[in-house]
């Protein structure tokens, strides 16, 4: 059972316009979000996190939401560029689990020139 | 900073052989993760070590594979003997403290078991 959900394995994206990469989640526990990026042959590299008592995060080009009622959370990337297409894992972590990472299984973001 | 070194970068094996992975952490990070990438699953993790000891194995798969950290500065993935299904990407990943305010990835090593 995933407890950490991507349900779009791809986007497509014209440059300039916003991304929206959606997470689901259903740890009612998870306190801690994070968002990773990957691009071919290199290991995932973390982009921005957001705490559970935060609603918002901000950082340049990328902002994440989280909706704890829902349990979701979405990355916003704006303005979207070619440089951006990569994989992005959603990831989530819980106070009581020594903070272990648990994926989603990532999205395939394309941004088109 | 070298960052998590993991070699090899890929590993072309036959069913039935032995395969060893190494990782080496980032110097003074006291945890450590290997993780296995699949188109299906994303991101598992497989065991996590905190000051060389094996905190979770439960995201092992079977007890063909085996890990070992011996020291704080190397780790290894053992899979004996390996099996199609084992090809994919494996990551280790360190962080500074136990788990998930962020890791620092590895490149990976693409198995592939023919």
């Known amino acids: 059972d995933q407890q950490v959900k991507q349900n779009s394995p791809s986007l497509s994206v014209q440059e300039g316009r916003i991304s929206i990469l959606n997470c689901d989640y259903t740890?009612?526990?998870?306190?801690?979000f994070l968002w990773y990026k990957k691009y071919p042959a290199e290991g995932p590299t973390f982009l921005i996190s957001?705490?559970?008592?935060?609603d918002k995060n901000e950082d340049g080009r990328f902002t994440v939401f989280l909706n704890k009622s829902a349990k979701h959370l979405s990355l916003h990337i704006v303005p979207s560029q070619p440089g951006d297409s990569a994989v992005y894992f959603c990831?989530?972590?819980?106070?009581?689990?020594?903070?272990?990472?648990?994926f989603g299984s990532g999205t395939q973001l394309t941004v088109l020139p | 900073d070298a960052g998590v070194i993991q070699s090899p970068r890929h590993e072309v094996t036959e069913m039935g052989q032995e395969v060893t992975l190494r990782c080496k952490p980032i110097?003074?990070?006291?945890?450590l993760f290997w993780y296995r990438q699949t188109m299906m699953r994303g991101l598992e993790l497989l065991i996590y070590?905190?000051?060389?000891?094996?905190?979770?194995d439960s995201g092992m798969p079977e007890d063909r594979f085996s890990a070992k950290m011996p020291n704080a500065s190397f780790s290894t993935l053992k899979i004996q003997p390996s099996e199609p299904r084992d090809s994919a990407v494996y990551f280790c990943?360190?962080?500074?403290?136990?788990?998930?305010?962020?890791?620092?990835f590895g490149s990976g090593t693409r198995l592939t078991v023919v």
């Open positions: 990943a360190s962080s500074r403290q136990a788990g998930g305010y962020g890791y620092t």
């Open positions: 740890n009612s526990m998870f306190d801690y």
């Open positions: 957001i705490s559970s008592i935060k």
């Open positions: 990831a989530a972590s819980a106070s009581g689990s020594a903070r272990q990472l648990t």
């Open positions: 110097s003074g990070h006291n945890s």
């Open positions: 070590f905190n000051n060389n000891v094996p905190i979770d």
